[in-house]
């Protein structure tokens, strides 16, 4: 019983009045009697709980009839109809065959529904009207149709739209025997109504009903579509799709009011439209209409969330009419203006890849004047925003080689600042890729070497100089700009400074006697904060970073200005002094670098090693003719040559890519095909069809696949089978949420009352909504309920005790339930960030969790892909799968629904001995240490889980 009077429950009741136990039938009924009105409400509400969790209570019923049925206060009456929903209306069955009789009583509560269709408050009529809707029962309904249809020449607009919408509930449930008459009276109805809400009411009755009706309304009134409001276009669209799917001939006749409705002030209207256009036809009209449509909506919404759906439309579109979508892609990109970084995101994605020749000039402008903008300092989306838009620009001047000569120089303008490392990169492939812009390029980079503030910056900046110069002049313009920005030598800092001076900066404590106001002396001690050290904004960056002990950078140096100084000697008509005085520059610096690296004593050994291995090779090619010959040319253009493939493998993997998305089958050969022709009406007349299917499946968030196997892996047993009760729990997240549906079972011949399920949790959780009190009859079931709310990423417990009360003996009892251990999977998901976003996260980050390898997965490949699904993460560090090699170093991301960052590093190597095991280290880290623990525990789980699975 209880199970069924749920189905009709269409009210939300507070559970302030369980509090202490549910009243008796006896207490209820003598409430009922009470005057007070608030005394009645609380006594219906218990009856209602009551019944709710199967309790009979024959005896309320009369003592609402009487003491209830006739009052003018609106909660109670409100309540009274919530309580003719549930309660029982037919006499028990003696013979399962026969039909259930209805109760004498019932004749009364007609009578009382009867009188308030029928009172003069609009109202009160109105709320009855909308609470016929709900009843389901013929005999009871029946006595009232007279009434229903006076209700519809009513002078308020309250009352008319709810008799429409109660005159369709009738003729959808009884049709024929109770209102044969519907379709014509609401086809007269509507004629004459002027209200929006029951002209819709009344649409929507012919649109189910009798469609025919509808579609002759339409074509009569289809100059006035636009005033009758949102609701009724709404359905009109939804006509339009049905009808033309059945009857793709009826097309012609609904195309005029879709291109009305394209232009409504509504954006649901509008957006409905222009999807039903081109669902159902591909014509370059309808198709340019409805894209124009789309980026009116992209650009005059504020919602992100309209914008993101939007947006996935206009990707839709792009697939099979990019054509069209090149006539108004400089509408869509004025939604760059969003202050959304995912907004903007999605619209470059749906832009790039339809710039053509022909409107990349255009776009190009655009996206310069959007980098510009970014150096505002108010500006929220700046550094994540310009690293878009570059990248964006790059793969502009990939493609169309003549637009990168006039971007590229506003571009190295920003070598100083935030995304810098975006811009050298660009820079890099630019020189590589068109050899005419070289010269122009590198005379701009040498200009802004003076304003790189990065390390990595700079590196690269000094490859660039060093590798590309073609000419004498080139060489030595970079040579000497070099040279200038790391000045003279020794780089090793002054360690000769007087001891006194380093105390120079500590504080200081003076103590002097002071006269106070009253006259007597008292010793007042002053301290005295150091003065900030002045920032040497005179030496170049360069200096400071060798001085400061980057041996990586000092590396980088040296290199570049050997290679400077052997181009200069092989250049037709060279200068050998030129050159002598290069070479001897070279080795000078050479030498202040290695003298640095040798004094710094916080250098990583294997990096000071390097750095005098590459020192040594340097100077032999300066200084041994014999050794210029065999490893001249190798300096020059090997590197050269490996930068060229990488940025050839670079390319053939995105047109591999590319490949694979526009060959991917959209139907499998083993799919069932469908035939509309041949599907029976009753198919046809429904609201799902074949073309439906993919949007439903993508508004619920389904994939291929059943969800049934996954809901399976969230079930945990709470009881044992032996128990008097068995109790499962289906956990359901949602972000923020989680909502246990328990299954309860009363395996005992016995009534038990006064179940419900205590729970408690332990970590960041805390109880939203309390399960409630049931009563289980012998070998009953039912479904238990409870909300919590998650606030972050640590690991949580939920564990409680099932309470009940033997209804025959009154004994109690008390079972424990198993723990529910929340898996920190259901809140991460995996994200992406820059390299640069990455290290400077590593360096904030405090929270440190460093896990050892054990495992016997024997292949890299294998156990860094094994690691990343089980961690739910994302690989920032791209790696050639099938290359070999016996180590792999790789940077992991990934994002809680609650904000928080989690950063892995995997450092994996295969051992070089006879059972080649891997070994090495997994850190993670994070600004929480829940986050840093839950994953390490995960880790540590899951690495050897592998080969078992299998």
Not at 113 to 134: A, C, Q
Not at 238 to 247: A, F, H, K, M, S
Not at 408 to 413: A, G, I, K, N, P
Not at 896 to 901: A, P, Q, T
Request: proline share 3%.
């Amino acid at each position: 019983m209880a199970s069924s009077n749920e189905l009709y429950c269409t009210f939300t009741l507070a559970s302030d009045v369980t509090a202490g136990g549910l009243p008796s039938q006896e207490d209820i009924c003598k409430d009922l009697e009470d005057h007070d009105t608030k005394i009645k409400i609380r006594a219906l509400k218990a009856a209602v709980l009551s019944m709710l969790s199967g309790e009979t209570l024959p005896r309320v019923l009369m003592q609402v009839i009487r003491f209830c049925i006739n009052t003018d206060d609106k909660q109670l009456k409100k309540l009274t109809m919530l309580y003719w929903e549930i309660v029982p209306k037919y006499q028990e069955k003696t013979n399962p065959n026969e039909k259930g009789k209805l109760l004498p009583e019932m004749i009364l509560v007609c009578n009382a529904l009867m009188n308030d269709l029928n009172h003069p408050n609009e109202y009160v009529r109105g709320s009855m009207l909308r609470f016929i809707t709900k009843i389901k029962d013929e005999e009871i309904v029946g006595p009232l149709v007279a009434s229903i249809k006076a209700c519809l020449e009513h002078r308020h607009s309250y009352v008319r739209k709810n008799a429409a919408l109660a005159v369709f509930h009738l003729h959808k449930l009884f049709g024929e025997d109770l209102m044969p008459d519907g379709p014509e009276l609401m086809q007269s109805f509507i004629m004459v109504e002027t209200d929006t809400g029951a002209r819709r009411n009344a649409f929507l009755m012919l649109f189910n009903q009798a469609e025919d009706a509808a579609i002759e309304f339409l074509a009569t009134n289809i100059e006035s579509v636009a005033k009758f409001g949102d609701g009724f276009a709404l359905l009109v669209l939804e006509l339009t799709r049905r009808v033309c799917r059945r009857d793709p001939q009826q097309k012609s006749r609904f195309v005029r009011v879709l291109f009305q409705m394209l232009s409504s002030t509504s954006s649901a209207v509008s957006y409905e439209a222009a999807w039903t256009l081109v669902s159902l036809s591909s014509a370059p009209t309808a198709v340019r209409a409805a894209a124009s449509t789309y980026a009116t909506l992209l650009n005059n919404n504020t919602d992100n969330n309209v914008k993101m759906i939007v947006l996935e439309r206009l990707e839709e579109l792009k697939k099979k009419h990019s054509k069209v979508l090149q006539e108004i892609l400089m509408d869509i990109l004025r939604a760059l203006s969003s202050p959304s970084p995912d907004i903007c995101k999605k619209v470059l994605d749906v832009c790039m890849d339809i710039v053509s020749a022909r409107n990349v000039a255009e776009v190009m402008t655009n996206l310069k004047r959007e980098v510009l903008k970014t150096q505002e300092s108010d500006m929220e989306k700046g550094t994540v925003y310009r690293a878009m838009l570059i990248e964006s620009i790059h793969q502009c001047a990939s493609r169309f080689p003549d637009v990168a000569d006039g971007v590229v120089h506003t571009l190295m303008d920003f070598l100083g600042g935030d995304g810098a490392l975006q811009v050298i990169l660009f820079v890099r492939a630019i020189v590589e890729q068109y050899p005419v812009l070289r010269r122009p390029i590198l005379t701009k980079l040498v200009e802004s070497l003076d304003s790189i503030t990065a390390p990595n910056v700079m590196s690269i900046a000094l490859w660039i100089l060093g590798q590309y110069p073609e000419c004498a002049d080139s060489v030595k313009e970079a040579f000497e700009a070099i040279t200038e920005q790391v000045g003279e030598e020794p780089y090793a800092s002054n360690e000769d400074k007087p001891v006194l001076a380093q105390n120079d900066g500590a504080p200081k404590f003076v103590t002097k006697n002071v006269v106070l106001s009253d006259g007597t002396y008292a010793t007042q001690t002053v301290y005295n904060e150091p003065k900030a050290a002045k920032v040497d904004t005179t030496t170049p960056f360069l200096r400071k970073a060798i001085i400061g002990g980057d041996i990586f950078l000092g590396t980088v140096l040296f290199s570049a200005l050997t290679k400077l100084s052997l181009r200069s000697g092989r250049m037709e008509g060279a200068n050998v002094t030129i050159t002598k005085g290069m070479s001897a520059k070279t080795l000078l610096v050479t030498c202040g670098v290695m003298k640095v690296a040798e004094n710094n004593s916080d250098a990583q050994k294997s990096s000071v090693t390097d750095c005098k291995e590459k020192a040594t090779m340097c100077c032999k090619v300066l200084l041994d003719a014999q050794a210029n010959a065999m490893l001249g040319d190798i300096l020059l253009n090997e590197g050269k040559a490996s930068f060229s493939n990488f940025l050839k493998a670079i390319k053939e993997k995105e047109q591999k890519e590319k490949h694979k998305v526009e060959e991917g089958p959209t139907t499998q050969a083993d799919d069932l095909i469908h035939f509309r022709q041949l599907r029976s009406n009753a198919a046809q007349g429904g609201d799902i069809d074949l073309d439906d299917g993919s949007d439903l499946l993508r508004a619920t968030g389904g994939g291929a696949g059943s969800d049934y196997s996954s809901e399976l892996s969230h079930v945990y047993q709470l009881s044992g089978f032996a128990d008097p009760v068995y109790a499962e729990a289906l956990v359901t997240v949602h972000d923020y949420d989680i909502v246990l549906d328990i299954l309860v079972i009363n395996r005992t011949n016995d009534t038990l009352s006064n179940l419900t399920v205590e729970i408690a949790t332990m970590g960041d959780m805390k109880i939203v909504e309390r399960p409630q009190t049931y009563t289980l009859g012998p070998q009953d079931q039912t479904t238990i309920r409870a909300s919590i709310k998650v606030s972050s990423t640590e690991t949580g417990h939920i564990f409680g005790t099932l309470v009940y009360e033997n209804a025959s003996n009154g004994e109690k009892g008390y079972i424990n339930l198993n723990d529910i251990h929340m898996d920190i999977m259901d809140y991460i998901r995996p994200a992406f960030c820059t390299d640069e976003v990455f290290r400077s996260m590593w360096a904030e980050f405090e929270w440190e969790n460093k896990v050892a390898i054990s495992t016997t997965i024997s292949a890299l490949v294998e156990f860094l892909d094994h690691i990343i699904s089980s961690t739910n993460m994302r690989c920032l560090t791209p790696f050639d799968r099938e290359a070999k090699s016996t180590f792999v170093a790789a940077n992991l991301y990934a994002r809680s629904v609650f904000g928080e960052d989690a950063l892995v590093n995997v450092s994996v190597e295969k051992k070089e001995d006879g059972d080649g095991k891997l070994a090495g280290y997994i850190r993670i880290r994070s600004k929480t240490q829940g986050i840093a623990l839950s994953l390490g525990d995960r880790i540590t789980s899951v690495q050897r889980a592998l080969p078992e699975s299998k």
